[in-house]
């Protein structure tokens, strides 16, 4: 493994349902993403948020499109990579199982530091792969729930 990795913190909303788990939910979460190859394609990815705590997946990363995928056997992660401003976000959608009920998310995550030297590589790699602030934008006015979740992130980290 080649060592490099990031960081990102965010929040989001989920949607919890079945007979008697019918809910919506606030929660935080944090994501870190490292590469377990030297091309940064094969990843490791420590998810965690206050919803459905600590996974430890593995995960493609732009070998086969701009998305990551990943599983843990009964949740299903994608991720989108986004570098607007000079700053990372990551979008993550999260369906499958959990604790019995069918669960859906989507949270922003953005990268935490927001500038380092330490990790010029990784952040070449982000800004060659990630999708660009036209594409981020269009994310943000076709999903209000992201959107809000962008202002308060952002207004954050000024």
């Known amino acids: 493994m ?4 990031r960081t990102y913190s965010g929040e989001g909303q989920a949607l ?3 007979e008697k788990c019918n809910k919506v939910i606030d929660f935080t979460s ?5 590469n377990g190859d030297n091309s940064g394609t094969l990843t490791i990815l420590n998810y965690e948020n ?3 705590g600590k996974k430890l997946l593995a995960g493609l990363y732009g070998g086969f499109s701009d998305k990551e995928f990943s599983s843990d056997g009964s949740l299903n992660f994608n991720t989108e990579y986004y570098f607007v401003d000079e700053i990372a976000f990551v ?3 999260i369906t499958g199982i959990y604790k019995n009920c069918e669960y ?12 380092t030297n330490s990790s010029l590589r990784a952040n070449l790699n982000l800004q060659e792969k990630a999708k660009g602030a036209d594409e981020f934008h ?7 729930g ?13």
């Open 2 to 5: 080649s060592g490099y990795s």
């Open 16 to 18: 919890i349902v079945k």
């Open 30 to 34: 944090s994501y870190t993403w490292t």
């Open 50 to 52: 206050s919803v459905i």
């Open 91 to 93: 979008v993550v959608f």
């Open 104 to 115: 859906s998310s989507y949270e922003l995550d953005i990268r935490v530091p927001l500038v």
């Open 138 to 144: 269009k994310l943000l006015e076709s999903n209000a």
């Open 146 to 158: 992201l959107k809000k979740i962008y202002l308060k992130l952002k207004a954050k980290n000024q």
